[in-house]
């Protein structure tokens, strides 16, 4: 497709992919997974300052 | 990306309105605007990287490059990116030693893994294009060699800010040592002028007019835009989960000095 050039090009668009699809597929997982562990603190009773406060 | 819209449990207390802009200290409030304004960057980042790419692979080959010249539409945002973040922050370091804004350390280190990707993919793609276009994969000259030290500081500062448990000692430490690390972006922007360098002097960034022909000029100042608001995007992502882990590691230490109390 890109001749002789090919070998730098698409490897150049692949590796470019897969770093911003990590950083955003990292980026969701961690969200995720600290949005999961403070329903669980809550969950156990845990509650932060201001929910104290409210009180 | 669209399961990062909704955290109605508990985010239930970001619906507070801000008086002004500077009310966005409060972590809570700074949510609440996250969560109202990241699905229209999430939307605006796809659109712009789907143009500039459609624009990119319908430019023309370069009379000198042929076809190489693709590498410089995912080479040159990332090192523009590379170095915007890095100034970012810088900014945020001054937001921490000077103002002492509260979100400052968060922005500081939610930017610090974006700068080394970038930074990282400018460094790798140069060095694909380089191959072709100079017969080597990397030279020791002044701009690949600044850059490299660029890269190689982010992952000392992101080492940093793993290694210091107590916060207000850590943000310290990493907004000192970020300031003192900025020197280099000054040296990166201004090497191919100071000091003989194989890597070819600014191209765009000039103060004449550009030395590039438009229909390579526009399809990269498209990606440029599309890198930009892909970071601006993931910072936010990344500011939420930082402001987020302060939340876990408050609950826990109540948790933990509860447990000591009883």
């Known amino acids: ?55 | 990306m669209q399961q990062m819209k909704a955290a109605p449990e508990i985010m239930s207390e970001t619906s507070i309105k801000p008086a002004s802009v500077w009310d966005y200290a409060n972590p809570t409030r700074f949510l609440g605007l996250v969560d109202r304004i990241l699905p229209a960057f999430v939307m605006l980042t796809i659109v712009s990287m789907a143009i500039g790419l459609w624009m990119a692979f319908s430019a023309p080959e370069d009379y000198q490059q042929g076809a190489t010249v693709l590498i410089m539409f995912l080479h040159v945002p990332a090192a523009w990116l590379a170095m915007m973040v890095y100034t970012i922050m810088s900014v945020s370091a001054l937001g921490t030693l000077v103002w002492r804004h509260p979100l400052a350390d968060v922005s500081l280190r939610a930017a610090a893994p974006l700068g080394a990707a970038f930074t990282f993919l400018a460094l790798i793609t140069g060095s694909l294009w380089g191959k072709p276009m100079w017969g080597t994969w990397w030279v020791w000259d002044a701009r690949l060699t600044s850059v490299l030290v660029l890269f190689i500081i982010y992952m000392g500062l992101i080492a940093l800010s793993k290694a210091i448990e107590e916060p207000s000692v850590a943000a310290r430490a990493l907004a000192i040592i970020t300031l003192v690390g900025f020197i280099n972006i000054p040296i990166i922007k201004f090497s191919v002028d100071w000091w003989n360098t194989l890597h070819q002097p600014a191209s765009v960034s000039r103060f004449d007019r550009p030395a590039m022909d438009v229909a390579f000029l526009y399809p990269l100042l498209v990606m440029a835009l599309a890198y930009t608001l892909l970071f601006f995007t993931l910072h936010l992502m990344g500011m939420r989960n930082e402001i987020l882990r302060r939340r876990i590691r408050s609950m826990k230490m109540q948790t933990a000095r509860q447990a000591e109390g009883s």
């Open chain 1, 1 to 55: 497709m890109f001749g002789q050039y090919s070998g730098f090009i698409i490897p150049s668009y692949l590796i470019s992919a897969a770093v911003i699809a990590g950083l955003v597929v990292w980026t969701v997982l961690v969200y995720r997974n600290r949005r999961a562990e403070i329903l669980e603190l809550e969950k156990r009773g845990v509650k932060r300052r201001y929910q104290k406060e409210a009180e």
